[in-house]
């Protein structure tokens, strides 16, 4: 008996290895099937990854733009290419449609015929697993497909700091972009690896370093202050391109108040540390306040879908190594702000706090255990923990 179990099983092993094997031979070379030359790949999972405000949305919605028109994109060389005409499936869930997305692509230039060519997933909360994804993709087969941002749509449960757990949330999206030959686009925030500057920008994202590893293309984006370089200017820079035999050079585009988003060509001279946040003077590189930083990245991830106990953010921000004075400081920048149910505390995004101007207070020593109160002005003490 023992002996017919293991035939059973030695045979099964064989039939399963028809799907698991294949020849040499039986691969046929193939060119890049690029969506937009030597940027955005189809078939595949592609990300631009960079800080709060640093451009990140507006050239998302270029890249729609080109499609959607049939438009042009500026070339390794700085010279404008022409874009393949296509449909575009959009999911932005930062942004309101009406007041944002839309006005942005009409800055961009975009007339009623390529509306036509844009369909948008409206603001909920959905996963990429969600089966009304799948059938949204089914529906418009789009040539793009771009989701802002990551953390919006892992869900819940998802661990980002768990290669594994990121990994399976991806597949389904992974699936989707191989079978309707889509080039989706991920737009990711970064993360405290960005300053020590010793990082190469592929690792710069939030959450595993095994999330890059699922993309073929990935893009870092950010303002830049050179000695000689146009005033709002910002660049896209290549952090991830193991498909082009020499890495391409930077893109470069101005954001100028009142007129939008324009293409500036390319430039092989800026690198990663050429990036600046927006919030600093403008000959500091890098990525200033890591920890305020890191605590804003880790308060939007994990109150994403919902309020959650003070306690429990407590415990997940010491499991990520980021201390509760960082938690504090980065509430107001992050529009978060906490209230008391019966004995508990709770913390929530506030979008009312998020459309307030923001104006810094500096906390002396003493204080750096509270809360800073930015509209007040005033410091209150921080609601008080099981650990405190």
Known sequence: MKEVDRQKKERKAQED??????????????????????????????????????????????????????????GNDGQMIKVERGPVLHADFDDVLEYTIKPRLEMLGLK????????????????????????????????????????????AGVDMWRANETTDALKDLQELAEKYNTAVLVIQHINKSAASGNTPSVGWAGGSIGI????????T????AREGDAPFRSAVL?????LLAIKPSARLFDLIPGRGFLWAGSDGTVTPSDLVRGDVAPKERGRPATARNDAESFLLEVLADGDVKSDEVK??????????????????????????????????????????PFTEVKLSKSESNNVIDLFSKEVVPAEPTDED
């Not at 978060?336 to 459309?355: A, C, H, Q, T």
């Open 238 to 242: 290549p952090a991830k391109t193991n």
């Open 212 to 219: 890059n590893g699922l993309f073929r293309s990935v893009w």
């Open 315 to 356: 415990a997940l921000a010491k499991e990520r190594g980021i201390s509760w004075e960082a938690i504090n400081r980065a509430k107001p920048r992050a529009g978060v702000r906490s209230y008391k149910v019966g004995p508990f505390w709770y913390m929530k995004i506030d979008e009312e706090l998020n459309n307030e």
């Open 17 to 74: 290895l028809a799907g698991f094997l294949i020849g040499a031979n039986d691969v046929i070379s193939r060119a890049v099937p690029w969506l937009i030359e030597n940027f955005l790949v189809r078939g595949a999972l592609n990300s631009i990854q960079g800080l709060p405000d640093s451009g990140k949305t507006w050239l998302s919605l270029a890249l729609v733009a080109a499609v959607a028109s049939g438009g042009v994109f500026p």
């Open 112 to 155: 009623e015929q390529d509306f036509d060519n844009i369909t948008f997933i409206k603001p909920n909360r959905v996963t990429f697993s969600d089966s009304r994804v799948a059938a949204a993709f089914k529906k418009v087969r789009p040539a793009l497909a771009v989701f802002d941002t990551l953390q919006h749509f892992l869900g």
């Open 221 to 224: 984006v950010g303002k830049i």
